[in-house]
């Protein structure tokens, strides 16, 4: 008894049991702890993936619908599929797990709202099933996404300026100038910037005494020389009153001639000509001469409007309730017209039939000086004149959209210069559009190369397609996003330039469900 007593006062063995007995449930924690760990992280990127499925189910058809496609079965169905592809490709290996993914979208109209319902089970293998017998541990999840085509504003900045009336396209460009080889001494073309009278056949107008001269004969003749106060002066009422010669030797014009494409024109603005310049009322000028050609040549602004138009259409085609959507049309050169809405009226109207006309109606600007695009003033104008954007809720409260259409170059009188467009006044200027929650898009239209010596030597390095161009530049600081910025010069790319810009402005942000 005694030895047995001391044995069991004896403490010296107590850690190792106790160790012992300890074990088993500290290695099943450890275990445990680990499992959960592998589980917690694989539900978290499940969800992820899942929530991620169901923004991409909404957004694949919202920009379908956007683009076009108005079949309801066709929509639900794509985003359906993006949805899934959405969720595998986002949801990759998952340590010890499989997933598979569920994804319904419904479409709602007035105003069309998408919403994705998707959901995903599945089970992760953990790396200690044994000792609690849990072989895999279940997971799932669902994600409910939304997005709303709601209500939305687009004003539309065209530019009509005398530099949009150029040819379309080469083929109308070589038209233009094959009809306009000569600029003959004494006519408004010849002289360019400062002629001396602006039409032919009827009373001639201008900037200032020096571009007009009054008739000094009793035919009605008239003196270059003249400086005195404006007059009245009328040319022989023939048109088109401008030489359409042929010959290889053209320098009737005035002034030194240039040898292109193996013949001789003169070095003057407007010879040869592939612009159809606006500045007689009676369009006794290069425009009456384009408009009389057979077949028709094609002008730029004859482009733009026709791409501003199916925008419009594309809206009419798209609108789910009444005044879903809201147009404005603008006119600017060396100042800025509202189209539709008339004058005094909103920013913007729902009447999208009047919309259309008045695109359709925009008409090329007479100027006497060739016109010019005063993007500054047309834009502090119009910002300063639009209400912020909304929630897109209603009406009144659209989501609104600014989409600008130029070719940026700016006439002055006396020569072709740049004006104040610059990237840093750009970037003031529309950051007032920006400041009201507009979104701002531009399209940059430069000029297809013309073979003109005047142009190659004053306007080339403004307007051609380069990464130094001052135009592309400033523009590029009003659009601020690359995604929000095109650029396209023959009619196919400018009207799909506008479209991509509608579908943008359509595509409002889709947000995950509370």
């Not at 150029?166 to 094959?178: K, R, S």
């Not at 006519?187 to 009373?203: H, K, L, V």
Request: with cysteine.
């Amino acid at each position: 008894m005694p030895r047995l007593q001391l044995r069991a006062a004896d403490e010296r063995g107590a850690v190792a049991v106790i160790l012992a007995l300890a074990l088993l449930p500290i290695t099943l924690v450890v275990a445990l702890a680990i499992d959960y760990g592998v589980y917690a992280q694989a539900c978290v990127q499940a969800n992820l993936a899942i929530d991620a499925a169901a923004m991409q189910a909404v957004r694949a058809a919202s920009v379908a619908y956007a683009g076009g496609t108005t079949s309801t079965a066709s929509l639900v169905l794509l985003g359906q599929q993006a949805g899934q592809a959405w969720f595998k490709a986002q949801l990759g290996a998952v340590p010890f797990g499989t997933a598979t993914s569920s994804v319904s979208v419904s479409y709602t109209a007035s105003p069309s709202t998408f919403t994705a319902l998707a959901s995903y089970s599945g089970s992760v293998a953990v790396p200690f099933p044994g000792p609690l017998a849990l072989g895999s541990w279940p997971m799932n999840g669902t994600s409910t996404a939304t997005i709303t085509n709601a209500y939305v504003e687009v004003l539309m900045l065209l530019d009509n300026s005398s530099s949009m009336l150029i040819g379309a396209t080469t083929t109308d460009i070589v038209a233009l100038q094959n009809a306009t080889p000569c600029s003959t001494q004494g006519t408004n073309e010849a002289q360019g910037m400062s002629a001396y009278a602006w039409n032919y056949g009827s009373a001639a107008y201008g900037y200032g005494p020096g571009n007009i001269a009054p008739p000094t004969t009793a035919n009605g003749s008239c003196n270059p020389a003249y400086t005195g106060a404006a007059a009245a002066c009328t040319y022989p009422a023939t048109f088109p009153n401008i030489s359409r010669s042929n010959s290889a030797s053209c320098t009737n014009g005035g002034g030194s001639s240039a040898t292109i494409n193996g013949r001789q024109y003169s070095n003057v603005p407007n010879a040869p000509c592939a612009f159809a310049c606006h500045n007689d009322p009676n369009n006794n000028d290069y425009y009456g001469l384009a408009r009389s050609l057979s077949p028709a040549i094609q002008l730029r602004l004859d482009v733009v409007q026709q791409a501003a138009a199916q925008v419009v259409s594309t809206l009419q085609g798209k609108e789910q309730s009444p005044g879903q959507f809201l147009v404005g049309i603008y006119q600017f050169n060396s100042r800025i017209e509202p189209l539709y809405p008339a004058a005094g009226s909103p920013e913007a109207g729902p009447d999208l039939v009047a919309a259309q006309a008045a695109i359709k109606s925009v008409p090329p600007d007479l100027a006497p000086n060739d016109g010019n695009t005063n993007f500054p003033l047309a834009a502090n104008t119009l910002a300063s004149s639009v209400t912020p954007s909304g929630t897109g809720n209603s009406a009144a409260t659209a989501h609104k959209n600014l989409f600008i259409v130029t070719d940026g170059l700016e006439d002055t009188p006396g020569s072709r210069v740049m004006g104040p467009m610059t990237s840093a006044s750009n970037e003031q200027i529309c950051t007032q559009f920006w400041n009201k929650g507009f979104n701002v898009y531009v399209l940059y239209t430069p000029y297809l190369p013309l073979p003109n010596p005047f142009y190659l030597s004053n306007d080339k390095q403004y307007v051609e397609p380069t990464g130094s161009s001052p135009v592309l530049a400033a523009l590029q600081a009003c659009a601020r996003y690359p995604g929000n910025f095109f650029q396209a010069s023959n009619p196919a790319d400018i009207l799909a330039a506008m479209q991509t810009m509608l579908a943008s402005a359509l595509n409002s942000p889709a947000r995950i469900a509370d």
